[in-house]
């Protein structure tokens, strides 16, 4: 699901050099539109702590989910079990 812009709404984790306590490989994450960090660089996403932070795009690959799948993706929770996310 894309963000108003058309920007993917998720990221998934490729890399956590030096963010391991708040980023786990592989796991998809939501992306938190801020065109101000994204010309640093940067993305920011809900991380494993449940709040938004930035982190360096290259840590990440953008993901288009289709909308039914989007609708159930499952949100990111310290202990890796989440609940489906409210479609806004």
């Avoid at 993917?8 to 101000?36: F, M, T």
């Amino acid at each position: 699901m894309s963000s108003p812009r058309g920007e993917p709404r998720y990221v998934l984790c490729l890399r956590n050099d030096g963010y391991e306590a708040s980023l786990v490989v592989r796991r998809l994450y939501r992306r938190i539109a801020d065109p101000h960090a994204a010309r640093r660089g940067l993305v920011r996403v809900i991380d494993e702590s449940g709040e938004d932070y930035l982190f360096p795009a290259k840590l990440f690959a953008a993901i288009a989910l289709p909308k039914r799948s989007a609708s159930g993706t499952l949100a990111a929770t310290p202990d890796g079990i989440g609940k489906p996310e409210s479609s806004d």
